[in-house]
């Protein structure tokens, strides 16, 4: 940094722990950067760690959009970072690549999951419409009831805790540093230059600010007076049971719910979606929605025991599009927030382009004007499913 000796110096300073300022901390690292990650919590004690870990880049995105084609460029990048993140860390994140499947129980969800399959193979992608005999070929556990199902084969799932803890350890191992429980709470600014952070103990000096504290970034960036694009807290619901033998073996998306199967004969059941409620208490309306509706998809979750209930609180936004770019009004501000319950997934893109961008790259260069700060005319196209139901989009 010119002209700066103090000994925090950095090339990068990023404000939060969780998968995506880790995955932006890695992506820095892997270029030789000077990094510190500055957290008030502990890393991945957010939205991070209670995540399901989907890698649902079709799943989530039957329609068109300017985030489909980044969602299927970052589920891209999971193989190979996978295995250089566990060499690197030494931490299995738990990937698996089995698919996805949305049944059908009526004929309105038949209909739009036929009418995405056919989205689907129009963008190259794989999908393929089962019949109720062929699902229960590959899921004999799923209810009788359903009316098919849309397989997606090239979606997958990690457990996002190690996910996220991999990020961080495999960055340290490239030099990074990380600051837990230190909450940041001041940006130095110098002639509309953002030079450093201040926290309660030390203050840091970088080249670059990147802002990635998930659903409470706007009011972070407002506190310091600064615009911004409202990060919306919207508190999620998750269980996870254990049984004797595995309910299913690949990720069911389905009305009402989601069902994931994880190790150790677990399947983790997700999501009540709540719209700015940040109160972190599991309700019994909550577990009963859940269990209700995973008890319809799969009736031998009755038979299952209980594990645990948790709740995270997600970052969205009001056109439903990630915050991914430079601040207007302070150079050597970048932003990485609201990507609602697609972090996980997109947490290797959306590093990836935050090192770009600390390396000079311009937004226009990488072709995300449609998740900066100006959010031109094709950012307008995705609208949110944010609502107090449980999440299906």
């Known amino acids: 940094m010119s002209g700066e000796t103090n000994e925090r110096a950095a090339d ?54 300017p985030l489909f084609p980044l969602a299927r460029r970052s589920r891209a990048m999971f193989p190979a970072l996978v295995e250089e993140l566990e060499a690197l860390s030494g931490i299995s994140v738990g990937y698996v690549n089995e698919g996805m499947l949305k049944p059908a129980f009526d004929g309105e969800t038949r209909e739009t999951l036929l009418a995405g399959a056919a989205f689907q193979r129009n963008e190259g992608e794989r999908a393929e419409w089962l019949e109720p005999e062929e699902v229960l070929t590959m899921e004999p556990r799923l209810s009788r009831s359903l009316l098919g199902a849309l397989y997606l084969p090239s979606d997958g799932q990690v457990s996002a805790p190690e996910l996220t803890r991999a990020y961080v350890y495999a960055a340290k191992a490239l030099g990074a540093a990380v600051r837990e429980y230190e909450p940041a709470l001041e940006l130095l600014m110098d002639y509309g230059r953002c030079r450093g952070i201040r926290t309660p103990r030390k203050t840091y000096y970088g080249n670059e600010i990147v802002l990635a504290c998930g659903a409470w970034a706007s009011v972070w960036l407002n506190s310091q007076g600064l615009d911004s694009i409202e990060s919306i807290p919207i508190k999620g ?71 645990r209930g948790w709740t995270g609180i997600r970052p969205g936004t009001e056109d439903g599009l990630p915050v991914i770019g430079r601040h207007p009004q302070a150079e050597g501000l970048l932003a990485a927030y609201g990507h609602y319950r697609n972090g996980i997934l997109l947490s290797p893109v959306t590093g990836e382009l935050i090192a770009e961008l600390a390396a000079g790259r311009s937004e226009e260069e990488l072709g995300i004007g449609a998740f900066g700060f100006g959010r031109n005319a094709a950012g307008e196209q995705v609208k949110p499913k944010h609502s107090k139901e449980a999440a299906y989009p």
Request: hydrophobic share 40%; charged share 15%; glycine share 16%.
């Open 12 to 65: 990068l300073i990023i404000v939060g722990g969780g998968v995506i300022g880790c995955s932006a901390a890695f992506y820095a690292a892997k270029r030789g950067l000077k990094v510190i990650v500055i957290d008030g919590g502990s890393v991945g004690g957010e939205a991070s760690g209670a995540a399901a870990g989907m890698l649902g880049a079709q799943g989530e995105m039957l329609h068109g959009g």
């Open 237 to 307: 619901e998750c269980l996870m049971l254990q049984s004797a033998e595995p309910l299913i073996t690949r990720t069911v998306f389905s009305r009402g719910c989601y069902l994931v199967p994880k190790r150790g004969n677990r399947t983790l059941i997700g999501a009540t979606s709540y719209e700015g409620c940040t109160d972190r208490s599991l309700t019994v309306n909550g577990v009963q929605q859940l269990l209700n509706a995973a008890c319809s998809v799969v009736p031998s979750v009755q038979q299952a025991s209980w594990e």
